[in-house]
């Protein structure tokens, strides 16, 4: 008998929603990393899709357990990941030649979040760049305040968050701060 699990899912869409999966037997190390094993037979991630690589078996101690996931994986797994990975990164190319942030589970909402900049010296409102995403204005990495601050100055540029309505709080071109559109924050 598995156990039932509710568990946080990002559709494809980029919603986030509850979705129950079953499963008979979890493996996890103290990074973190887990492995479950599915009531429909599927050595997998929390989520349900399986497992991207063989080696990932490591985490099984059982000597016993570990041979029969990776005979499960020499005579569907591997053949059911390729597919699965397949189809998911073609998901995943396409939404990006179309424009759209790449959903991946619960930080999508933050990646899909967009940033206008301007040099902290020019107070022009047209010094501001075009909505972008993190990746778009060069980071490496999401940085921590991504998605949490409506306006930081970071190095030699101000951020703000786009969407915050028209001159919501933004300087004019004179340095006083304008009040924004007040009718719409309630």
Not at 158 to 163: R, T
Not at 171 to 186: A, L, P, R
Request: no cysteine; aromatic share 10%; glycine share 14%.
């Amino acid at each position: 008998m598995g156990q039932k699990l509710f568990i946080k899912a990002t559709k494809p869409d980029g919603t986030i929603g509850q979705k129950e999966i079953n499963v008979i037997r979890s493996w996890q190390e103290s990074d973190g990393k887990q492995i479950f094993l599915h009531t429909n037979g599927v050595y997998g991630y929390k989520d349900g899709s399986p497992v991207l690589k063989k080696d990932e078996f490591s985490i099984i101690g059982d000597p016993t357990q570990r041979r029969l996931a990776e005979g499960w994986w020499d005579r569907v797994g591997k053949q059911m990941s390729a597919g699965f990975y397949e189809v998911r990164n073609a998901e995943i190319e396409r939404r990006q030649l179309e424009g759209l942030p790449v959903v991946e589970g619960n930080s999508s909402n933050l990646d899909a979040m967009v940033y206008i900049r301007r040099p902290i010296e020019d107070k022009r409102k047209k010094a501001f760049s075009e909505p972008s995403t993190w990746t778009e204005l060069g980071f490496t990495t999401r940085p921590d305040w991504w998605g949490s601050a409506g306006m930081i100055e970071m190095g030699v540029y101000h951020y703000e968050k786009a969407g915050e309505g028209e001159d919501g709080g933004r300087k004019t071109e004179d340095g006083e701060q304008g009040v924004g559109n007040v009718g719409e924050t309630f």
